[in-house]
């Protein structure tokens, strides 16, 4: 078996800025640790699982670090395969195609690098082998109705799990049942794929594609390859009830924190160095006081330094960031090399996803209303930002290095 992850490049990611602006997004810190490494540990812990290559435009300089740390950290072959231009969903994945079917492996795993889910990646591969005639079996999972038209909806046969029908994020209501961007594929699915690919190019050339295609090689997996695969009897769903969210905009990476703490505890384990609420992440050299009281769903970050008196919950604190006595961070992401003054607030006020229900569905809130104000419902420091003493910021976006001089409530702070 392999893996294949995919990650997009610099000019996805727009959401998650301004956090995007310093780490490139499938490397950003969640519970401790890359997002996209949360991906990596699940491939690994199956013995069957033997590559993983990562995919997208970033440059290799960007990814080659964490690739080198990631060989290190697993016992399993790691690669980065750079797309010259992004190339969509399918373009990257067939034009990597003799990568992935080097040494014949039985089947892949492909999984969006922006989701976060307890992946249950033996069950899907025990679902797909089951059945005989698969080429795709999706990950799915249920949303509302309302929620449902931002994804790829599908409508499967009840007893055999085939999938009838699939549209991609469909203008009216179709089905509840949602693409997790969790798949395992068969090698066989590389013959669909060419077919798809010579379609693909005919348009463009002929100049059929209309704008959908701004590279010969682009392709997009689900609207080329799953689209046309359903009602073929080749393609299907395993329904799971497992959590499992998207990692778009920087509010989700608070949520997408809160469950991988819960999922991750045996990294929790450093000595409490002052109260922790459950669950917390706390780097090794990050210097607390012992009066802070930290949690629940707090990572800190290494070399973080935090005061007296202060309170830190559901939140994520970047590498040496400071926060300093008494202030208060809540539904907040502070920024590396940021600092919060004495007695400050900085502060988000979300809507809460019901931890009961495994889609947390706070993800889609856009960064800017309709009428164009600014919508988010918690706050972010950028890097080296510094929030002076006695401050009050509330659902504020701040762009790195600003030095703010008051306090601000919904705004975004250029
Ligand atoms: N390599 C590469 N090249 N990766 C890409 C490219 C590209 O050009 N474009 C997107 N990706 C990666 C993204 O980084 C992300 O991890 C994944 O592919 C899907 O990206 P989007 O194109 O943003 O799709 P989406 O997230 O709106 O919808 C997809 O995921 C949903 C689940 O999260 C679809 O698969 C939906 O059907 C699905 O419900």
Redesign the pocket.
Known sequence: LKAVI????PQ?GTRFRPLSLDTPKPLFPIAGVPLIQHHIEACAKLEECKEILI???YTTAHMAQFVSDMQKEYPIIIRYLQ?FT????G??LYLFRDQIRAGNPSAFFLL????CADFGLKELWTFHNERSDALVTIMGTEATRQQSVH??CMVCDTVTKAVNHYV?KPNSYVSTL????VYVCSLQVFHTMADAFQRKQDGFYSGTNGNSSPHPGYMSW?QDVLAPLAGTKKLYAMQVTSWWS?VKTAGSAIYANRHYLELHRERQAVPAPCHILPDVFLHPTAIVDSTAVIGPNVSIGAGVTIKAGVRIKESIVLNHATINEHALVMYSVVGQDASVGEWSRVEGTPSDPDPNKPFAKMDNTPLFNSDGRLNPSITILGASVVVPAETILLNSIVLPHKHLTRSFKHEIIL
């Open positions: 995919l990650i997009g490049g996805k995919i997208g435009s797309e992004p190339l969509g969903t373009g990257g969006n690098g922006d989701v994804y790829g991609e949602i693409n997790c961007g689900e998207q």
